[in-house]
């Protein structure tokens, strides 16, 4: 390379012109969301209380 600065294209359902600082919070943001989930569904499950929609086979 020439030191150019490769460009990507994304694909998102994001509104157009969103600076991508800010769309990299919100994706932040939401995977903390989703860390927090699985935490609560995976890591505090105890035996006889389920948090999952379905039983476990």
Known sequence: ???AVPAFDLATNS???I???ELAAI?????E???AFDELKNHLDHP??????????
């Open 33 to 35: 969301i989703e860390l």
């Open 27 to 31: 994706y932040r943001q939401r995977w």
């Open 19 to 21: 600076p991508a600082e």
């Open 48 to 57: 006889g209380r389920c948090a999952h929609a379905r039983p476990k086979e």
């Open 1 to 3: 390379m020439d030191g």
């Open 15 to 17: 509104p157009p012109g």
